[in-house]
C-alpha cells in the first residue's frame, strides 16, 4: 500500500501535523511519500520521497494550483491513498484533489480500528469505522490523533515538482491577525479549563478562581465558548488554541478528539471529572472522579493557605 502526504508548511515553517501524517500512514503500513509547497529547509526530516514544489513561485496557498501539484504527485507515485491534515488547508484542498481525480473521500480520521478507519460525527460525540471503496481514496486526519514518536532526522530525497499552469484566477494575499485576544493561553504555564460539566455561566466564575489560585489562566472547551460564557481566546482545542503548559488541569471536560489535540502536549494533565470513565482519563496523568463545582473551592483556598 502507497500513501502520499500532503504536508503543509505556514509563513516558513513545517507544520507539526506533516509529521502526524507519517505516523498515520505508519499505523496504516504504508509506503510513504510526501509532497510540499515550500522551500527545501522546510521539508520534513524523514526519510521518504518529497516532491517539491516552490513556494515562491507557486505561493503560499491558491486553490488551484496546489491542487495541480498534488495531482502531479499522485501521478508519479500512483498512491493508494492521498492524505491531508483535517485544517483548513486541507478542509479546501482535499475535495478539490479528490474531485479532480474523481475518488472518494473520507473526512477527519481519528484512530485505525482493525484495518478501518474510525471518523468521528455528531460534533465528537460518536465515532464510526468505515472503508472507502475504489482503489484509491482522499483522507483528512484529525491534528492530534497520530503522535510521531520518530526521530525527526530522516533524510528526504526530494524531487522538484513543477506544474504547466503556472497562474490562478486567485491570489494569496496573506494572513490578516486576529482580533487581540483577552488572554494569550499560549504563553500560559498554567491552564485551568472549565467545560461543559461546569453546567452554567456563572459557575465559570468558580474555574477562573481556582486559576488565579495556581496563578494560571482560565482555559475552556468549545460549548462553553460558543455558549458565550467565555470569549473565544479562551478556547483549547482544533477550532481554537493548540496549548502546552507545565500543567493543565480540565474541569467538567470529557476529552473529545478535538479538545485533547489542543492540549495533550502538555507536561502534567490533571482532569477533573464526575465520571471515571470519560475519555480525558486516557490523557491524564491525574483523574480526581469528583464534582468539580465541590472540588475547585476547596482546592483554591488550599492553595491560597499554602
Ligand atoms: C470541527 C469541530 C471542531 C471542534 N473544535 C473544538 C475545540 O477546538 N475545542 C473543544 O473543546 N471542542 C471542540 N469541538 C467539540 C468537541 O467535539 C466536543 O463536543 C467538546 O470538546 C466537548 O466539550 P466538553 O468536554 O466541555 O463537554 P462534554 O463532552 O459534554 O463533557 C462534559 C464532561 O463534564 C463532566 N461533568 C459533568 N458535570 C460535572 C461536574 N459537576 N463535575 C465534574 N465533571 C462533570 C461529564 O462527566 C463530562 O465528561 C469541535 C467539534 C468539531 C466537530
Not at 143 to 159: D, L, M, T
Not at 175 to 194: C, H, M, Q, T, W
Not at 239 to 254: E, M
Request: glycine share 10%; proline share 4%; charged share 20%.
Amino acid at each position: 500500500m502507497k500513501a502520499l502526504l500532503v504536508c503543509e508548511q505556514r509563513e516558513g515553517k513545517l507544520l507539526d501535523t506533516s509529521y502526524e501524517l507519517v505516523a498515520f500512514a505508519e499505523r496504516l503500513g504504508a509506503e510513504v511519500s510526501l509532497v510540499l509547497v515550500g522551500k527545501e529547509a522546510q521539508a520534513p526530516q524523514v526519510a521518504a520521497k518529497l516532491y517539491l514544489a516552490d513556494v515562491d513561485k507557486y505561493g503560499e496557498y491558491s486553490p488551484e494550483l496546489h491542487k495541480h501539484i498534488v495531482v502531479a504527485a499522485v501521478l508519479k507515485e500512483n498512491p493508494d491513498y492521498i492524505i491531508f491534515p483535517h485544517s483548513s488547508y486541507g478542509w479546501d484542498l482535499a475535495p478539490r484533489v479528490a474531485a479532480t481525480l474523481r475518488v472518494g473521500q473520507v473526512s477527519e480520521v481519528v484512530n485505525i480500528v482493525d484495518g478501518k478507519l474510525e471518523v468521528s460525527l455528531c460534533n465528537g460525540k460518536l465515532r464510526r469505522t468505515v472503508s472507502p471503496k475504489g482503489a484509491r481514496a482522499v483522507l483528512t486526519v484529525q491534528a492530534g490523533a497520530f503522535n510521531y514518536a520518530g526521530q525527526k532526522s530522516g533524510a528526504p530525497q526530494v524531487e522538484a515538482i513543477e506544474i504547466s499552469q503556472g497562474s490562478s484566477a486567485l491570489q494569496f494575499v496573506g494572513y490578516e491577525p486576529a482580533e487581540k485576544k483577552e488572554v494569550d493561553l499560549g504563553r500560559a504555564e498554567i491552564i485551568v479549563s472549565a467545560g461543559r460539566g461546569v453546567g452554567k455561566k456563572e459557575n465559570v466564575a468558580v474555574i477562573a478562581d481556582l486559576a488565579k489560585a495556581f496563578g494560571g489562566e482560565l482555559g475552556a472547551s468549545r460549548p462553553v465558548v460558543d455558549a458565550g460564557w467565555v470569549g473565544h481566546s479562551h478556547q483549547v482545542g482544533t477550532t481554537g488554541q493548540t496549548v502546552s503548559p507545565k500543567l493543565y488541569v480540565a474541569c467538567g471536560i470529557s476529552g473529545a478528539i478535538q479538545h485533547l489535540a489542543g492540549m495533550k502536549k502538555s507536561d502534567f494533565i490533571v482532569a477533573i471529572n464526575k465520571d471515571k470513565e470519560a475519555p480525558i482519563s486516557e490523557a491524564a496523568d491525574v483523574m480526581v472522579v469528583a464534582d468539580v463545582l465541590q472540588l475547585a473551592p476547596v482546592l483554591a483556598e488550599k492553595l491560597r493557605a499554602a
